[in-house]
């Protein structure tokens, strides 16, 4: 069976702002394909591009150039209706502080409701939605309280609530545990695993925390306004039991560009320009000074730049 298109496909992806006359580039031509029930992570350290990332995928941002798909939607082509429909009913979203997520003077059952109101659904039908979603996510004994009178881990998982009220078909989480504890930081993250594994909803988390690499199945690293590496966990049943096992690899973009990790350019002192060599199965990359000194070019070998 050929497979679908991605739920999610950026290709180009490009973001530039002008701040005081400057431009500042926050995308640089970012590729990005998450399919249909994937749990990615996407981390990156300040100023990488990934929030900016995050607010083009969840429609509160326009990309300056390339291609931004979601579920369908053109995200450089939509109207202003059509954007209000995708973020009310395509795309859920959570962000970081509880008090951005939640009306304070409302319970936990009323704020589940509010965006299925929103979206034309009825009383009836929005409260037995709410207390579906309380209960799946394990906090239907506080569905008459308000959100003050919640801990941190469980507002986020009322949070989680109402942005999955009218069912979308992928969940953008904004550094979801950054205010959390560690027990409360794995409650969280359990609970999009098992939003993720019922219901097969796209789960997308943005976050500056590598530790999120254990809580996900693929982990999307970004460095300079492009995705850089890809690190993919497989689970495993053995005769020494359950097991999981990693693996990193290097994101090849489009064109054919690759971002090394920075500790193996260190680690070489690789710079400016390297050899790099065809072998049977495999590429070979050599620092220029080793080639000057140890190696003659042959047909098979090219310079490239860093």
């Not at 399919?35 to 300056?64: R, Y």
């Not at 659904?121 to 709410?130: F, I, K, L």
């Not at 359990?190 to 997308?204: C, H, I, K, P």
């Not at 053995?238 to 990790?261: M, N, W």
Request: charged share 25%.
């Amino acid at each position: 069976m050929t497979p679908g298109p991605p739920l999610i496909r950026c290709e180009g992806l490009v973001r530039i702002f002008k701040r005081k006359g400057v431009e500042v580039v926050a995308l640089q031509g970012l590729d990005l394909h998450v399919d249909a029930g994937e749990l990615t992570a996407i981390v990156g350290a300040s100023g990488s591009g990934k929030s900016t990332l995050l607010n083009i995928l969840s429609g509160l941002d326009t990309p300056s150039a390339g291609r931004a798909e979601v579920a369908g939607h053109d995200l450089l082509a939509m109207g202003r209706a059509e954007r209000r429909r995708y973020r009310l009913e395509t795309c859920g979203f959570v962000w970081q502080q509880p008090s951005d997520n939640l009306v304070p003077y409302l319970t936990a059952l009323e704020n589940v409701q509010v965006p299925q109101r929103l979206a034309g659904g009825r009383g009836s039908e929005t409260r037995e939605r709410a207390e579906e979603l309380l209960s799946h996510l394990g906090i239907a004994d506080v569905a008459e309280r308000r959100p003050a009178e919640l801990s941190g881990g469980r507002q986020q998982r009322l949070a989680i609530a109402v942005a999955l009220a009218n069912r979308p078909k992928v969940l953008f989480c904004d550094e979801p545990t950054g205010e959390l504890d560690t027990a409360a930081s794995h409650e969280v993250y359990g609970a999009l695993q098992s939003v993720n594994e019922r219901d097969g909803t796209t789960v997308v988390v943005v976050t500056h925390d590598p530790a999120v690499q254990g809580e996900v199945r693929r982990t999307v690293a970004i460095r300079d306004g492009r995705t850089s590496s890809e690190t993919l966990r497989h689970h495993a049943g053995g005769e020494d039991g359950h097991h999981v096992t990693a693996r990193e690899y290097a994101v090849l973009d489009r064109v054919g560009r690759l971002q090394l990790p920075r500790d193996f350019v260190e680690a070489l002192g690789l710079r400016h320009r390297v050899r790099v060599e065809l072998v049977d199965d495999h590429v070979e990359i050599w620092p220029q000074e080793v080639d000057d000194r140890t190696h003659a070019l042959n047909g098979s070998s090219k310079e490239a730049r860093l």
